[in-house]
């Protein structure tokens, strides 16, 4: 006997109890070549967008096609009641990676790409374009291995000074910097957005600190040791969700 496999996948329709679908390129692939699945397997289905999961069977599957039937519509509560932007300095291939990935399976609500002065990438037309495929792909698969209904939303990249002066500064902000007096235990309360700012491998620059404070950051510390800036990402979001969000 074949052992049951929780299989979530991503497929952006709408969903009818009783519908017969098509699967798209992606999950053909994945079903097909990957995971080897066969008629009558069972999957689950979310779209990215409402908070609900479709129970589903593969009614036919083959290298080219697919069919599911969709057999039963649930809700689901495993999107984060706290909404966090995070506005992460673009870095390196895999360390921009790691963080986008494990940002989204803390729950957060939307990732902003900045450009820094010392961010060691600068992305234009056909390069930004397949790098953004990239990431939404790496969004869309951390969505699937988590649990999640809904996908982070995924801006393109912006210079730091621009994205700054047109901010909502009703936001809370968190920026973090190593030299900062503060502790994100000093936060007692949180209004909702918060954007939080992490620098990239080399750091905000001081004037960069001092216009996002101008622009209502305000900094903070996590300790004596200075994270790598795909660490610090995971450890402001994990923090928050452990003391305003989820665990809240």
């Not at 096609?65 to 995070?86: F, Q, R, W, Y």
């Not at 957060?108 to 792909?137: A, C, F, N, Y």
């Not at 622009?215 to 979001?237: C, H, M, N, W």
Request: hydrophobic share 35%.
């Amino acid at each position: 006997m074949r052992s049951q496999r929780n299989i979530r996948a991503y497929l952006p329709i709408s969903f009818e109890n009783g519908a017969t679908i098509e699967l798209d390129k992606r999950n053909i692939h994945h079903f097909h070549t990957v995971l080897r699945l066969r008629h009558n397997d069972q999957v689950t289905l979310f779209n990215g967008e409402e908070q609900l999961e479709a129970k589903a069977s593969i009614t036919s599957l083959n290298k080219k096609s697919g069919s599911l039937l969709i057999e039963d519509i649930m809700p689901a509560k495993t999107e984060s009641s706290l909404n966090t932007c995070l506005w992460q300095a673009v870095s390196r291939s895999d360390r921009m990676d790691f963080a986008i990935q494990k940002s989204v399976e803390l729950g957060v609500t939307s990732i902003q790409p900045v450009t820094t002065e010392r961010s060691p990438l600068r992305l234009k037309d056909k390069k930004l374009e397949k790098k953004m495929q990239h990431w939404h792909g790496i969004i869309i698969s951390a969505c699937e291995q988590s649990g999640r209904t809904a996908l982070p939303s995924l801006h393109a990249p912006v210079l730091i000074d621009e994205l700054l002066s047109k901010r909502d500064s009703t936001n809370a902000g968190i920026l973090l910097d190593p030299e900062a007096h503060r502790s994100l235990r000093e936060i007692d309360s949180i209004n909702h957005p918060v954007d939080i700012l992490i620098g990239p491998e080399g750091g905000l620059t001081n004037n960069e600190i001092d216009t996002a404070k101008k622009a209502g950051f305000t900094d903070y510390q996590l300790g004596p040791r200075i994270l790598r800036t795909e660490t610090a990402a995971i450890s402001v979001l994990s923090y928050l969700q452990n003391i305003f969000g989820d665990a809240a």
